[in-house]
């Protein structure tokens, strides 16, 4: 596609019960980011893909958190047992590669945001 | 270890008048590139800037410029005749495995 898609767009959830969260980077890009967004905060690096692989998962904030990409494409990004201060804005974004490149420029989706009552 | 500071949380201008947003960030690696991306009201983030860290060039777009002075390890950004559309939240990010963000400086130019 022509930009980073992300889904749902907003999400009301009970606390407890799972979410999945859904970004579809641009065609073509082999790297995919996940960062979270809390209310006023900044954006907190969760985990990246180079192809199907996570590299880095050290900013996953516990086992409760779990992310899978399949096909080098579409990434998942799963919440499980949500808890109340799971709820922010999670941002995807990819790049044509991971890494320290000057071609590696980001691209945001315009972010899921999850609440959790 | 990887940090980015913006120290300013938050800043108020009133139109016309020049703005610079801090950013400081720390590396042990010598091949790193300097980020600034905006976040409008809309919520997207929007790319302004790349620098590598081999290129101290200051760097100048219309109303926007960038200056990188790796002895002081900052990357600063100053709006020139600011405008109310450039309302909105800054953010420093520093790319060497992967990008980390500052925490960002709210701008609000008012009328």
């Known amino acids: 596609g022509a930009g980073v898609s992300q889904s749902p767009s907003n999400k009301v959830t009970e606390k407890g019960k799972d979410v999945e969260l859904r970004c579809d980077p641009i065609s073509g890009h082999t790297a995919l980011y996940w960062y979270r967004q809390s209310l006023g905060q900044g954006l907190e690096f969760l985990i990246y893909?180079?192809?199907?692989?996570?590299?880095?998962k050290s900013g996953l904030p516990s086992d409760r958190f779990s992310a899978e990409r399949t096909g080098g494409s579409v990434s998942t990004l799963t919440i499980q047992r949500t808890q109340q201060e799971d709820s922010a804005v999670y941002l995807c974004?990819?790049?044509?590669?991971?890494?320290?490149?000057?071609?590696?420029?980001?691209?945001f989706g315009a972010g899921s945001r999850l609440t959790v009552l | 270890a990887q940090k980015v500071t913006q120290a300013q949380t938050e800043i108020s201008v009133v139109e016309k008048e020049d703005v610079t947003l801090d950013c400081v960030y720390e590396t042990r690696d010598t091949t790193y590139y300097l980020f600034w991306y905006k976040q409008p009201p809309s919520g997207e983030l929007v790319f302004l800037i790349r620098?590598?860290?081999?290129?101290?060039q200051n760097e100048i777009s219309g109303r926007y410029s960038w200056n990188f002075q790796k002895s002081t390890s900052s990357f600063n950004f100053t709006i020139t005749a600011s405008q109310v559309v450039d309302s909105a939240v800054y953010f420093c990010a520093q790319l060497t495995d992967k990008l980390i963000f500052g925490t960002g400086t709210r701008l609000q130019v008012f009328p």
């Open positions: 620098r590598n860290s081999f290129d101290e």
């Open positions: 893909f180079q192809g199907n692989s996570a590299p880095d």
């Open positions: 974004a990819s790049s044509l590669f991971a890494g320290r490149s000057g071609a590696n420029v980001l691209t």
